[in-house]
């Protein structure tokens, strides 16, 4: 089935805050995930989210550095999980799913960005690891833990997919390595895990959804030189970001705004910018974004999810 790509008219846009986008909506005794959730975009929208009532739980690569700066966030709890690391996405899961809780929202957020060419797990290229395979793997086996009563899976993609189509033929970079290349693939696969998630899930009150934050420069960008930085326009000489670029606050209302609007419960899988569905990308321009058609076709997505399963040996909504 086509995803629909078009505005419904949220109310909201791209200078709306995750705080903005959550007034009026209470979610205490709602429980949520974010990867990465104790830096930059994650940070605020974790902050954001308890804020609302949620508690949130944050799985983290370093634990102690995600508590010292969640230590004045309630309601948050830290857990270590590696997306690198098969065997660390089972650990966690499996002492989550003891637990006997329910996830009502989980958001993807934790990435890697041109990245030095690296092979992780079973050979696996870095960013497609980290950013898409280790979620893959982190949602299937929490599906007995999405609420029944209609969860919401968010995945945070970028409209760095402009860069790259999946590579079917060459989908870890044996030959040719390029690391924006490389992090655009993640990012298409990001937005293609949700179009099949969803086509799976609804049935079983699983909705899914992507999003592109905007641009924002956050700890994402620590392997871009300051100098590679200046010359791409992303800041000026004296560290400044440049215009047309948002706040943390705003980079994060999307994700949230997907998270829980009630507008989106017919449009799952949709692709979403600035706290709207997005339109189809007219324009090669990344910070107008938009989505390009090789990041919500269905096949595309179906065939991802099968190869996703094979390489991860997970497939829980099946």
């Excluded at 429980?31 to 308890?50: K, P, R």
């Excluded at 690296?118 to 086996?141: Q, Y």
């Excluded at 298409?188 to 086509?199: K, Q, R, S």
């Excluded at 392997?223 to 980079?251: C, L, S, V």
């Amino acid at each position: 089935m086509a995803i629909t790509q078009h505005k419904i008219g949220s109310g909201f846009g791209a200078h709306s805050t995750a705080d903005d986008v959550l007034a009026g909506i209470e979610l205490s005794g709602k429980n949520v995930l974010i990867t990465g959730g104790y830096s930059g975009l994650g940070l605020e929208a974790t902050s954001a989210l308890a804020r609302a009532g949620a508690h949130v739980i944050v799985p983290a690569r370093r634990p102690a550095a995600a508590m010292e700066a969640l230590r004045d966030v309630p309601r948050t709890e830290v857990r270590e999980l590696d997306l690198a690391d098969s065997d660390s996405i089972r650990r966690f899961s499996d002492r989550f799913l003891e637990t006997g809780r329910t996830l009502d929202i989980v958001i993807n957020n934790a990435g890697v960005m041109a990245y030095p060419q690296r092979l992780v797990g079973s050979g696996w290229e870095a960013h497609l690891a980290i950013n898409h395979l280790g979620h893959f793997a982190l949602v299937n086996r929490l599906r007995p833990a999405l609420a029944p009563t209609g969860a919401r899976v968010v995945s945070v993609a970028s409209s760095g997919h402009f860069l790259s189509d999946i590579r079917w033929d060459d989908l870890h970079f044996r030959h040719d390595y390029d690391p924006w290349r490389a992090y655009g693939q993640s990012k298409t696969a990001n937005a293609l895990f949700a179009v099949h998630l969803d086509t799976l899930g609804a049935a079983g009150g699983v909705r899914a959804f992507a999003v592109h934050p905007g641009s924002i420069l956050t700890p994402l960008q620590r392997h871009i030189p300051r100098a590679e930085q200046i010359a791409q326009g992303w800041m000026n000489r004296e560290g400044h970001q440049a215009d047309g670029f948002k706040t943390p606050a705003q980079g994060a209302a999307t994700a949230v705004w997907a998270a829980t609007s009630p507008l989106l419960e017919e449009y799952g899988g949709a692709y979403c910018q600035d706290c709207d569905i997005a339109e189809p990308a007219t324009t090669d321009d990344m910070l107008i974004g938009g989505v390009k058609p090789w990041a919500v076709d269905p096949d595309s997505a179906s065939r991802l999810w099968a190869l996703s399963s094979e390489l991860t040996g997970l497939d829980c909504f099946a």
